[in-house]
């Protein structure tokens, strides 16, 4: 069995991305954690930016497909986590470039 990597998981979640503000979770910072077991077993804790998200749901439930689809790996569980709380300084420098935002 091929060991899975971070890096494969990190480029299946930049395909999740947050509908209303039309960024990757990964750029926009909602990935705060990953880690990969010997039987590439996937715990993968994100939040949101916000408690009240309107479309939770669908971006936990497009995460863990997408990371589901990757060759070779085992369970996914996705936690939903809320500390720290997210912020605007959390998204990636290249988008914040993009969007002509100095925080």
Known sequence: MDKITINSLIDALKKTVDPEIGINIVDLGLVYGIKIDEA??????????SPMCPVTSIILADAELRLDHIEGIGKV???????PAWSPEMISEEYKAQMGVGI
């Open 40 to 49: 590439n077993n996937v715990d993968l804790k994100i939040t949101m930016t």
């Open 77 to 83: 569980n996705v936690d939903l986590v809320w500390e």
